[in-house]
């Protein structure tokens, strides 16, 4: 069965720092792996893929992430954090067994300080 | 939120009182999910949809029912028998029945509470 997993409830960031939000996963097949955000009462909106190629994927807003296999992870990461960054980001997963199903993560609540 | 749009965006329920929840796309997508959110848990999926007139039980479908008349509309009933309706609910979609690689796009959600 596929599952995904952030181990973070909140990332506490000051501005201007790196960020990072963590997310593994497990799969039978090969992962298909995505980033939303969430802002309060709004829908999710979509960030960034991993599909194949690249292990380095640049999405929306600055975001980045890495798809590692051996570590079976895929953390969202920025450089440089804004204030406008604070939001609740979800890692989800699909394999190509089930394609129809996406499991999303339990999220992580970034807060940035100015 | 992409073309997708819930209505209404908060809904006030009495304890046995049956409530539908709409959502439409204007994206041609042939495949629309309903979700629901409560804190600290993520999205679980409630029921699914790839073509009309088909849908398919997600983990937590008791207590809700769908339809899927028309490609474009995806209603969900939440019924007396759901034992803590109240939470965010939220549909979405995606082009392709079937693909794994297909980006989901959200409406912008209903926030459903039970009186």
């Known amino acids: 069965a596929q599952s995904v997993a952030q181990p973070e409830d909140q990332v506490n960031v000051a501005e201007g720092n790196p960020l990072t939000v963590k997310c593994t996963y497990s799969?039978?097949?090969?992962?298909?792996l995505f980033w939303y955000v969430q802002y309060p009462n709004r829908g999710l909106q979509f960030l960034l893929k991993?599909?194949?190629?690249?292990?380095l994927v640049k999405g929306s807003y600055g975001f980045e992430a890495e798809f590692n296999k051996s570590q079976t992870s895929f953390h969202l990461k920025k450089p440089s954090a804004l204030v406008s960054d604070s939001a609740l980001y979800f890692c989800?997963?699909?394999?190509?067994?089930?394609?129809?199903?996406?499991?999303f993560g339990s999220g992580t609540r970034l807060s940035i300080r100015p | 939120d992409g073309g997708i749009t819930q209505s209404p965006k908060y809904l006030f329920r009495k304890e046995g009182q049956n409530v539908t929840l709409s959502c439409e796309q204007n994206?041609?997508?042939?495949?629309m999910y309903w979700y629901r959110q409560d804190p600290g848990q993520g999205l679980r999926l409630i029921y699914y949809?790839?073509?009309?007139?088909?849908?398919q039980k997600g983990d937590i479908a008791e207590g809700y029912s769908v339809s899927r008349e028309k490609k474009e509309s995806f209603p969900l009933t939440v019924t007396s028998a759901q034992k803590n309706p109240t939470a965010f609910y939220l549909c979405a979609s995606n082009p392709l029945a079937g693909g794994a690689t297909d980006t989901q796009y959200f409406g912008p959600g209903t926030r459903l509470t039970v009186l």
């Open positions: 991993y599909i194949t190629g690249d292990n």
């Open positions: 799969v039978s097949g090969n992962p298909y």
């Open positions: 989800a997963v699909r394999d190509g067994s089930s394609a129809s199903k996406i499991i």
């Open positions: 994206l041609n997508h042939d495949a």
């Open positions: 949809s790839q073509i009309v007139n088909d849908f």
